[in-house]
């Protein structure tokens, strides 16, 4: 075990965890975004090292040997996606394209906190009970003004048992780490999604969702600015030159 001098085994073991479920590529090898590819190389190298369980010359555990062989996986896959130029090139589009995600969910956020803090002032404590079948007044200019067009009601046919809102925002697309891809919703629910997608997709294919959307229609994790969340295929349909998938959130 010369090459893990630097490294006891219960410390390879804590870093092979830390990196089997890493999402960026760049943080499963310990590099910055802006390396180079001489240093690409080199963190690929040590990951070897590391985790390759023909590296160790005395006999692993199971479970030990199961674990590094995932972490050797987890950097195989990483380095075979920031090794290649294009792949590399299209991977940081995609790193981009979620900051902006971000940044958008929460100035989102932001709105609706504002909006929700007008509509509370606004309300009047002295203000007698309205009967059960009396409509919602609408909302003071202001508020109104502030309020994002899609999270508008749906009106006539579109009213369903789920709301079912057109709306166009990001979303970043996974399968595993198979490949992703950057596309655009066209109308969400609290259950579904429906979205533009380049390469076909098989019903009940299992895929890893993230957007920025709007916190009335998660169902956990709203104070997040992303959310992320796991869905199965229901269908697939190709209309108007766009192939587009139906996905139920899990």
């Not at 075990?1 to 893990?4: G, L, R």
């Not at 010359?57 to 995932?70: F, S, T, V, Y």
């Not at 309020?147 to 048992?161: D, F, I, N, Q, T």
């Not at 587009?244 to 996905?247: G, S």
């Given at each position: 075990?010369?090459?893990?001098a ?5 410390e ?13 590529h760049?943080?499963?090898l ?14 690929y190298?040590?990951?070897?090292q590391?985790y390759?369980p ?17 972490a050797?996986?987890?950097?195989q ?15 940081d589009?995609m ?47 202001a ?19 789920v709301q ?52 009335q ?7 997040d ?18 192939r587009?998938?139906?996905?139920e959130?899990?």
């Open positions: 075990m010369s090459k893990q630097e490294l006891t085994r219960e390879i073991a804590a870093l092979a965890k830390s990196i089997i479920d890493e999402d960026d760049y943080v499963a310990g590099l910055r975004r802006d390396c180079s590819h001489e240093a690409l190389r080199k963190a190298r040590l990951a070897i590391r390759h023909l590296s160790y010359k005395e006999e692993l555990d199971g479970a030990l040997r199961h674990l590094l062989g995932q050797f996986h987890r950097s896959q990483a380095f075979s996606i920031l090794s290649m130029t294009s792949r590399r090139r299209a991977y589009k790193l981009d394209v979620r900051a902006k995600l971000e940044s958008s969910s929460r100035r989102l956020r932001d709105v609706q906190s504002a909006i929700e803090q007008m509509d509370s002032k606004a309300a009047s404590p002295a203000e007698a009970p309205r009967p059960a079948e009396a409509t919602r007044p609408p909302d003071p200019p508020a109104r003004a502030a309020v994002p067009e899609y999270l508008s009601a749906p009106k006539g046919k579109e009213r369903r048992r079912r809102l057109a709306l166009r925002i990001p979303i970043v697309v996974s399968l595993g780490y198979k490949w992703q891809e950057v596309t655009e919703t066209r109308d969400v629910s609290q259950l579904a999604v429906r979205f533009c997608l380049s390469r076909v997709v098989e019903p009940g294919t299992l895929l890893r969702l993230e957007l920025g959307l709007p916190r229609l998660r169902t956990r994790n709203h104070e600015s992303l959310y992320i969340v796991y869905g199965y295929v229901l269908y697939a349909t190709h209309q108007k030159g766009e587009l998938a139906v996905v959130f899990v």
